[in-house]
C-alpha cells in the first residue's frame, strides 16, 4: 500500500487570504493541497474558478489536487490544467464521456482521478479502474465541509483495495469528507493511503501533529 499524504482541503480556511493560508498548509509539513471546485447544480455550492487556482499558484509549490464537482467538469479540464492544477479529479455521476476526459486530463500532462458520491455504487467506478491515477471516495456528500464522516463508505474503499491488489493496479484512494484523527484509521485499515481533511485540520490546535498523525499512520 502507498504512504499515507494528507491533502487540507482549503475550502475550510480564510478564503479572503488564500495564498497565507497555503502558505500555513506547507509550514505543516503537507506536500498536498486540495482544492475544491462548485458549480452551483452539481453542488449546492460555489466556490473557486480558474484565476483563484492560477493566483495561487506563483506563490504555492504543494501539489494541487483540483476536485471538480461540476456538471460539465469535460469542459473545464484545460482551464484548471492551465492554470496550475497537478491531478484533476472528476465525478461519476454525471452524463458526459468520461473515458475521454480522464485521458484528456493526462494527455495534458497532469494526474486524473474518478471519484464517487456516498450513494453511488463502488461498481461505478470499476470501469474506470485501469485508467485513473487515483479513485477519490466521498465520505460526505458533497457541496460544504463540516459534514459527518460516513462510516459506511469504508466498505467501498475496501473492496477498492482489493481489486488494487487482484488486478495489479495502481490508483491511490483516496476519501473526503468529514476527515479526522479518530477516523482515520479505520480509513487505512480500509485501504485508503490519501486523506483529505478541512475543518478538523484547519481548527487542530497543531497542524502539524495533525499531519503527522496521519502521515504515519500503519498500513
Ligand atoms: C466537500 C469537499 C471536501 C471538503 C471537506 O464537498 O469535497 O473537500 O472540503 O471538508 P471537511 O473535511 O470539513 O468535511
Ligand atoms: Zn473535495
Known amino acids: 500500500m502507498a504512504e499515507p499524504i494528507l491533502a487540507p482541503s482549503i475550502l475550510a480556511s480564510d478564503h479572503t487570504r ?15 493541497l486540495h482544492i475544491d471546485i462548485m458549480d452551483g447544480h452539481f453542488v449546492p455550492n460555489l466556490t473557486f474558478g ?18 471538480l464537482m461540476l456538471d460539465n467538469p469535460q469542459d473545464f479540464i484545460e482551464p484548471f490544467v492551465k492554470a496550475g492544477a497537478d491531478q484533476v479529479t472528476i465525478h461519476v455521476e454525471p452524463d458526459y464521456d468520461i473515458v475521454a476526459t480522464l485521458r484528456r486530463i493526462r494527455d495534458l500532462g497532469v494526474k486524473n482521478g474518478i471519484v464517487f458520491n456516498p450513494s453511488t455504487p463502488v461498481e461505478a467506478v470499476e470501469p ?13 456528500q458533497p457541496g460544504f465541509g463540516g ?25 491511490r484512494i483516496e476519501v473526503d469528507g468529514g476527515v479526522n484523527l479518530e477516523n482515520a484509521p479505520r480509513c487505512r485499515q480500509a485501504g485508503v493511503d490519501t486523506f483529505v481533511a478541512g475543518t478538523a485540520f484547519f481548527k487542530h490546535p497543531s497542524r502539524i501533529e495533525f499531519r503527522k498523525t496521519i502521515e504515519s499512520l500503519p498500513a
Open 18 to 32: 488564500l495564498a497565507a493560508e497555503a502558505q500555513g498548509v506547507k509550514a505543516a509539513g503537507a506536500r498536498w
Open 50 to 67: 480558474p484565476q483563484t487556482v492560477a493566483d495561487l499558484r506563483p506563490k504555492s509549490d504543494l501539489f494541487f489536487d483540483v476536485h
Open 128 to 140: 474506470f479502474l485501469d485508467q485513473v491515477d487515483i479513485v477519490l471516495a466521498m465520505t460526505v
Open 147 to 171: 459534514q459527518s464522516f460516513q462510516d459506511s463508505v469504508l466498505e467501498k474503499t475496501a473492496q477498492l483495495d482489493r481489486w488494487r491488489a487482484e488486478r495489479g493496479i495502481d490508483y
